[in-house]
């Protein structure tokens, strides 16, 4: 792996964060290691809850005021203006060098409802000249045209028009597209797009998606997907890293996890989503529902809900099994004693399908 | 099948929206549809298509402009007496796309679910109510125990959950679901598509189930129609509609699912529609007849042209 020459972008290792609540600590992230390279897409997948926003808040330092890093480290690798490289990392920066260092200029961030994320009493235009100008001191003309140049790269007709309209004015695929057209506004390395396209309908979906996709091989930059929607998924990544509970539960390449998954928990969230070719009468649900962090985890957090969990998944938290040089997944059903156990018949069909026409 | 007698009738049915003395929308600009006893009906379409407010209209929070609406026969689009009224809130239900926004937070679960009960005197004592409760708690999934807690103590599955019990209690005869699983995760929408149908089974109901997401209408839904800028441009039932779209813009919304592939996924461009530089004025089209129940809204000359292609 380390020999292909790919270069580090963002490295995240055995992080933890504990949120303090009213009814006592939760502890969300149970120790998370995440790599992502240079111009590659990485999605993380889970359910609400699952902690996958909470990681990536973590590297922006914009978590909420009652958590605590217990552990672990956020290194980001990046490149100062005249070639050199840097490494820093993110968890030991204070706040307000991140923000003037990091935030926007080098990592830029795409939330899920668009509406929100943008100033509605501010023209457009100006919320994306802001961070050139507070950034980079960019002349206020120079920043214009560059805006304008923005609009038109993210799609926007009009770009002229656009720049004095209100978000109001806006109709909601407009707007993700201009809260792309922010993100990009300082030439970020790193996009992170929290479920950029839960809000928007499939249609501006698939469009706002193919838009990040070209967006992104035109400038080289690496992107990183927080979803629970595996069609996003497929359509983008390069690599998956499946979370469960806090924890990473398989990580792999797109090919790998979608058609040679191990985890039960990830057979279960390929199972749920409905495939429009198949007749089944009853879709394939995971039962139950995540455990509540309140209470600390003693073995296989998935166990509970996992048909296939064995005896010593209620015992012993399951090491990350090693399938393949890029695919690792944590449970117990992958080591040697284990009885084996093969994925449910249905999702065996269904991959079995996909990959006969795909060739 | 053509034989039975349609649970609700949606004829021609307007509903604007002044803005200003210059400016109206047209929400929804002409609908017909029915929908039988104990079949799921679909909506499908992108947001400002107008299904949430064809929904609205059905269950009496809109005045329709122009058209006509009948529930069971009766005339439900004009003034009604209040016995009418009264017959229609126990028969027609509703749940909504947020679970949380729709449950009073300051009320306890097993007071929502009775409010119905206790506004139409549905029970004859106290121990009757609790039973009704109790067993309504079961059927979705939840415990009796359920009935003390309140709203923020759920997750939004078991939210959701609460809401269906809420319009189930009535024992109605349609439900209006509008996009009451958007909200909620893959996995926990699974769940609650499938209780919805196995509490169809049970109970006869017939749904009115708007979404956007056409992966899940399709589980669902015995008929579907697809709805554009307040006109239905194609409706039939299920297999009618994915095998064999002829509307364009039924086309894209097809193409736009995403699919858990990654293989065909990276190569593949969805579709894209737009009604201007497509040239299609849906206010020339008719409904063109396909095949059993598939209509499509269009021209002849539109008709011509897309059942060619394919």
């Known amino acids: 792996m380390e020999n292909t020459n790919r270069e580090h972008v963002l490295s995240i290792r055995d992080l933890s964060i504990t949120f303090k609540t009213g009814a006592g600590p939760v502890n969300a992230i149970r120790g998370v290691n995440i790599d992502l390279y240079k111009g590659e897409t990485l999605a993380v997948v889970g359910e609400s809850g699952s902690g996958k926003s909470v990681t990536f808040k973590a590297a922006m330092g914009i978590l909420a005021s009652n958590s605590i890093v217990n552990s672990g480290s956020i290194t980001y690798t990046y490149h100062h203006n005249d070639g050199s490289p840097a490494t820093v990392d993110l968890l030991k920066m204070k706040t307000k060098e991140i923000r003037r260092h990091i935030n926007g200029k080098r990592i830029a961030m795409i939330f899920q409802d668009p509406m929100t994320s943008l100033d509605p009493t501010m023209p457009i235009g100006k919320q994306i000249m802001e961070g050139m100008i507070w950034h980079y001191k960019t002349p206020k003309k120079e920043a214009w045209k560059k805006a304008v140049h923005l609009l038109e790269e993210v799609g926007i007709d009009e770009p002229e028009k656009r720049m004095r309209q209100y978000p109001h004015q806006l109709s909601g695929g407009m707007r993700q597209r201009v809260v792309i057209a922010i993100a990009l506004a300082c030439d970020p390395d790193l996009l992170i797009c929290d479920e950029p396209t839960t809000a928007l309908d499939v249609t501006i979906q698939a469009k706002i998606l193919e838009l990040i996709k070209r967006v992104q091989a035109e400038r080289g930059i690496s992107v990183i997907y927080i979803t629970h929607d595996l069609g996003v998924v497929a359509k983008v990544a390069d690599f998956v890293n499946v979370m469960y509970a806090g924890k990473i539960v398989e990580t792999g390449t797109i090919d790998e996890i979608f058609y040679d998954p191990r985890h039960p928990y990830t057979w279960g969230l390929l199972s749920a989503m409905p495939d429009l070719d198949t007749d089944d009468d009853r879709l394939y649900t995971i039962p139950g529902s995540p455990p509540n962090l309140l209470h600390p985890v003693t073995g296989d957090a998935f166990a509970p809900r996992n048909k296939y969990a064995l005896n010593i998944d209620e015992r012993l938290e399951p090491p990350m099994f090693k399938v393949s040089e890029t695919h690792y997944a944590a449970t117990w059903l992958l080591d040697e004693r284990a009885p084996k156990v093969e994925m449910p018949a249905e999702l065996r069909a269904r991959i079995q399908r996909m990959t006969k026409e795909a060739n | ?310």
């Open chain 2, 1 to 310: 099948m053509e034989e039975r007698k349609p649970l609700l009738e949606v004829k021609g049915l307007k509903q604007y929206f002044k803005g200003s003395h210059q400016f109206t929308v047209k929400a929804v600009d002409g609908v017909d549809f029915v929908i039988y006893p104990g079949e799921t009906y679909g909506l499908v379409g992108e947001s400002g298509s107008g299904k949430s407010t064809i929904g609205r209209s059905v269950i009496r929070l809109h005045k329709p402009t122009a058209g006509q609406i009948l529930f069971n026969g009766m005339d439900i689009s004009g003034n009604m007496t209040s016995q009418q009224n009264q017959q229609l809130r126990t028969q027609m239900q509703m749940i909504f796309q947020d679970p949380m926004a729709c449950l009073n937070p300051r009320k306890k679960v097993g007071e929502i679910i009775a409010q119905g009960l206790d506004i139409h005197h549905l029970y004859k004592n106290r121990a009757e109510r609790q039973q009704k409760v109790a067993e309504i708690l079961r059927k979705v999934g939840l415990a009796p125990e359920h009935a003390d807690r309140y709203p923020h103590q759920f997750s939004g599955g078991q939210r959701q959950r609460v809401g269906i019990a809420r319009a189930l209690i009535m024992d109605p005869k349609l439900i209006i679901a509008d996009e009451c699983i958007s909200a909620l995760d893959v996995s926990i929408q699974a769940q609650v598509v499938n209780l919805m149908k196995d509490l169809q089974e049970e109970t006869g109901t017939a749904y009115l189930f708007i979404a956007h997401d056409l992966s899940m209408v399709k589980y669902i839904s015995d008929r579907i129609g697809v709805l554009h800028l307040g006109h239905l441009v194609e409706t039939g039932t299920t297999e009618e509609i994915f095998n064999n779209p002829v509307h364009p813009y039924t086309q894209s919304l097809l193409s736009a699912i995403p699919q858990p592939d990654p293989r065909t996924e990276r190569g593949r461009v969805a579709k894209t529609y737009d009604y201007k530089q497509a040239g299609v004025d849906y206010h020339l089209g008719k409904r063109q007849h396909l095949e059993g129940t598939h209509y499509v809204l269009a021209t002849d000359e539109e008709l011509a042209r897309w059942t060619a292609k394919s």
